[in-house]
């Protein structure tokens, strides 16, 4: 289960941001989770739930998990390609094989809400 693992790189990123905003209670966490990151979203959530946020000042915060779709472009065309639209590893207006993902394969966290 990475998932955990994961859940902890996500909390320090959380950690760096009540420090750099000095905030005392957080209300709100999002955090992207893409299709193709490989992270399973409930094995995530259980994690961040029940074993990561207990116990901190984000106790009882909101937690969403928002699932991004994977987006590729084609850097032969600059098209911006979804991948559910591809019939092949190319892109659909030029036939370029030179695609980039950039989206949907990250999990990270989106935004942070406190006081």
């Known amino acids: 289960m990475h998932e955990h693992g994961i859940g902890r790189e996500l ?3 959380i950690e760096e941001h009540i420090k750099q905003n000095n905030l005392k209670k957080i209300t709100k966490i999002s955090i992207v989770i893409g299709k ?3 992270i399973e ?3 995530l959530v259980h994690t961040m739930k029940d074993h990561i946020i207990p116990e901190t000042i984000a106790k009882g915060c909101e937690l969403e998990f928002v699932v ?3 987006t590729a472009l084609c850097n ?3 098209e911006k390609i979804e991948i559910h ?3 092949a590893a190319c892109c659909p207006k030029c036939g370029s094989g030179d695609i980039s993902i950039i989206a949907g394969n990250d999990v990270f966290v989106k ?5």
């Open 36 to 38: 193709a990151s490989g």
């Open 85 to 87: 639209k591809m019939e």
């Open 41 to 43: 979203k409930e094995l």
């Open 11 to 13: 909390w320090a990123v």
């Open 111 to 115: 935004s942070i809400e406190g006081e």
């Open 76 to 78: 032969a065309c600059q």
């Open 68 to 70: 991004e779709d994977l």
